[in-house]
């Protein structure tokens, strides 16, 4: 079985330095540095001259303890989503740094709707963008933080209504759910375009529907949410150029491997993640790769002169400065300054470069081309397709797809039942019959779709751990019970 910690130090030391690691071996270090920043907090408050805090905020300690108690219980009622034998959703902690940098700056809970409510943070907020932005190449960009994703394309399909409005938008069949509802929402035709045998946009089918000349923009997606599939976004932008469409990435999940999109044995395809440059918008989810605690999206115009269209004035909020206030290119009002504090603080220490952020996602693709091979190998189990991200999809073989549907929930139900330091938590993907034969798979439809594993590797200690994953679903698999 492998071992918990890879062939990190003991202790939290490194060459003699000392290291703020995550996870339970940095839980001492992250206790000093938050109460180094509550600490600090306070002499700044102090500053202003002391005062005596209202007694109806007074809680007494025992009764707090109390609560805090029944809250730490109750939490228990989680899934491990910080342990790397946790192997289901996009589910994972944030790095301590961002934990730090959240509470630091909630401690006094600026708000990035304008520079009257959070001044630093929304020059952090300023600064994080940009560098998003040249992550993916922008030579100029407009852009902001979002509550998520969902929000960040929501912004993007807004601006792709009012640049071409009474125009479609088209996104492929495995696009993420929300952008149907957001065109719903917004009073705009959606087209769904089909995807090809891995999972991607059918380029064919595309360019039958820019050839109607009714699309206004494309959505291409950079790792699906469901298989992790990367539409040719290169291919894409050309097609769009000439028939005269806009292009908006939704990178919401895979927007960071543009960090390890190099074409190496443990990186990921270059071409799609390099014409994003190319792109009008773009979506990331600093909340999934990104290392942050969810409250965390991005969306990023690369003309910007789309703030037009969210133009708006406020009596009430922007007064201290003629500066562009991020309330007038957002259409949230509120926004946690802490949100940005985190992700500044986070990127001056794991930067978005190949060997910053970089390093903490190639160890998850390596984890995902290794297990592939071994689901590949094995008699048990089936490679539903080749993994482009880091997220696997497999299933047991059995003829039938209601037999492969039933071992597969065995799997996901039984996984989670076995003692804790056995366990292992994985997801289900419902697959249709026509899914499996488009990938080659000799499984009798004897029901319309059925369910198959998905494995997301978003943690980098997962790496250590996929002989042991292997091993133990292949023993759910032979302890039989389905
Ligand atoms: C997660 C995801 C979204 C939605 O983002 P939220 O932050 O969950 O709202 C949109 N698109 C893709 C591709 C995603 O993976």
Redesign the pocket.
Known sequence: MATSSGNASPAGQDGGRRMLRSGPAGAAELGEQLRAAVAHMARWMDEYGGFSPHPALDVEVGALERATDELRTRLRENYPFFHPRYVGQ?LKPPHPVAVIGYLTAMMINPNNHALDGGPATARMEREVVSQLAAMFGFDQHLGHLTS????A?LEALFVARQTHPGKTVAYSADA?Y?HARMCHLLGMDGTVVPTVADGTMDLQALEELLRTGGVGTVVA?T???GLGAVDPVHDIVALCRHYGARVHV?A??GGFFRLIADDSPDGVAAAPFAAIADCDSVVV?P??HGLQPYGC?AVLFRDPGVARHYLHDSPYTYFTSDDLHLGEISLECSRAGAAAAALWLTLRLLPLTPEGLGAVLRPGRRAALVWAQQITASEQLSLYQHPQLDILTYFPNRDRLSLVDRASAHVLTQGMRLPSTQSLFVATYTADAAALAARGHQVVADVPHGRILRSVLMKPETEQHVPFLHEQVLDLLAGGHE
Not at 148 to 151: D, N, V, Y
């Open positions: 996009m998520s994703g969902t929000i394309n993420h929300t997606t790792g699906t949410t939704d919401a999940y989810d909340h999934k999206g």
